[in-house]
Nanobody, 127 residues
Framework: DVQLQASGGGLVQGGGSLRLSCVASGFTFDDYAIGWFRQVPGKEQEGVSCISGSDGSTYYTDSVKGRFTMSSDNAKNTVYLQMNNLRPEDTAVYYC????????????????????WGQGTQLTVSS
C-alpha cells in the first residue's frame, strides 16, 4: 500500500523557519512525483510545491518562490519542504501527496489531483 506520512508542523513566529518532512512507502520513489498542498478552513486547497522523483526538478507556486525549498532523499524515500521567512498567511494544514507522473506542475497549479495523500501537519505562523 502507498503511504505518505507528513510531519514537522508547529508554531513559529513570522520570519522564522521550519522544515516539513514526508516519508513515502509502497512505491518506487524514482517513478513518482511528490507534492505539498495546504488547506485553510473555508478556503480552497492550494498547491505549494512538488518534486519529480526521476530528476529532482521542482516547481513552486508564486507565493512561496524564494522562501520555500523542496528537496528529496530518494534513499530514505523522504521529501522535505524547507520553509523560510514564514508569514502568517502561510498558516495552514500541509499535506503531502504523490502520483506516478514525472511532470507535477499541473497538480500544483490546480491545487489537487494527485492520487495518493497523507495526513496533514499543522503549521501556524504568528504575527
Amino acid at each position: 500500500d502507498v503511504q505518505l506520512q507528513a510531519s514537522g508542523g508547529g508554531l513559529v513566529q513570522g520570519g522564522g523557519s521550519l522544515r516539513l518532512s514526508c516519508v513515502a512507502s509502497g512505491f518506487t520513489f524514482d517513478d513518482y512525483a511528490i507534492g505539498w498542498f495546504r488547506q485553510v478552513p473555508g478556503k480552497e486547497q492550494e498547491g505549494v510545491s512538488c518534486i519529480s522523483g526521476s530528476d529532482g526538478s521542482t516547481y513552486y507556486t508564486d507565493s512561496v518562490k524564494g522562501r520555500f525549498t523542496m528537496s528529496s532523499d530518494n534513499a530514505k524515500n523522504t521529501v522535505y519542504l524547507q520553509m523560510n521567512n514564514l508569514r502568517p498567511e502561510d498558516t495552514a494544514v500541509y499535506y503531502c501527496a504523490a502520483d506516478s507522473v514525472i511532470i507535477c506542475s499541473d497538480y500544483i497549479e490546480a491545487g489537487e489531483g494527485m492520487h495518493y495523500w497523507g495526513q496533514g501537519t499543522q503549521l501556524t505562523v504568528s504575527s
